[in-house]
């Protein structure tokens, strides 16, 4: 089984690639490959799709490759390849970025992914370090994850989801803030869960022996 992190400039992959590896080994979840060829991401078994950045810069990088975006999205919509999105790559799921300027998404999840705006106003953006997870409907990739569970984020803007029920986890921060969405053979994370410790590497172990 081949699992692909998609590599088209938009951070560093190194820790990622070191979590996915670790839990690759753990529960025999195959090869870990970062690339940004579109026929690896064909040959895929699984695609994460990373992000760092803002929404504009992210999805104009992912067009840039030629070729690399319409293989992720024959390989997720068509042929039906579990994806995780991470943090940008999660928001690029949406159906509009509103960071900078109108940016289209993905539109593989109706919602649009707007500033942060705390109602307490001592609260400052970006919201960044630990906070607990609100699980909101069960998942496989939340397999052992529960309400209260740590992750670590770093961001200002959120995915404001039309749909709740694809909204799987939330956090507090002043307000609901989207943490995990999911449809179908798709899941993101707003959080870095290579950077979430024991929540997160149990989140990516499970991604890897997700069969929708």
Not at 35 to 51: C, H, N, Q, S
Not at 82 to 102: H, K, N, T
Request: aromatic share 8%.
């Amino acid at each position: 089984m081949l699992t692909v992190l998609v590599d088209y400039d938009s951070g560093n992959l190194h820790s990622a690639e070191k979590a996915f590896q670790r839990m690759a080994a753990e529960v025999n979840g195959g090869t870990i490959l970062v690339t940004d060829k579109p026929e690896d991401v064909a040959r895929a078994d699984r695609i994460v799709l990373p992000g760092d950045g803002a929404f504009p810069a992210c999805r104009r990088a992912l067009g840039a490759y030629g070729g690399l975006f319409e293989a992720i999205e024959d390989a997720v919509r068509v042929k039906g390849r579990p994806f995780l999105g991470i943090c940008v790559g999660m928001q690029m799921m949406a159906s509009w970025g509103r960071e900078y300027e109108d940016t289209p998404g993905f539109d593989w999840i109706s919602g649009e992914v707007t500033r942060i705006t705390p109602t307490d106003p001592h609260l400052k953006v970006p919201h960044m370090g630990w906070n607990d997870l609100v699980i909101d409907h069960d998942h496989p990739v939340l397999a052992g994850i529960k309400t209260g569970d740590h992750a670590y984020f770093v961001h200002s803007y959120a995915f404001r989801v039309a749909n709740l029920a694809e909204r799987l986890a939330h956090v507090d921060y002043a307000g609901d803030i989207t943490a995990i969405i999911g449809t179908e053979n798709m899941v993101g994370t707003q959080f870095h869960p290579e950077k979430s410790q024991a929540t997160g590497l149990r989140l990516i172990g499970n991604f890897l022996r997700w069969k929708p």
